[in-house]
């Protein structure tokens, strides 16, 4: 996932939350803060996992965005 982000130099992530849902928690949602060297948040990332119940198929995604709000990255592999 995190060759999948564009950060700039000495910009990092760090986990905010991580949630599952589905009826067998199939999906697992994780966000995470993009914070720049002096701690302040600059972004923001979610990355999707989603495990299909019937023929256990992966799908991720990641959604990045900047302190606007505007989309810098929306893949899915």
Known sequence: MKDRV???PGETLKQESHRSKGT???TDIWTYAV???SGNKVGSVV???HTSI???NRTQ???QRDANGKIVVDVTW
């Open 61 to 63: 995604s990641v959604e």
């Open 35 to 37: 914070l720049d060297l």
């Open 6 to 8: 564009k950060l700039n």
């Open 47 to 49: 990355h999707t996992d």
């Open 24 to 26: 067998m928690a199939e």
């Open 54 to 56: 019937k023929g256990f």
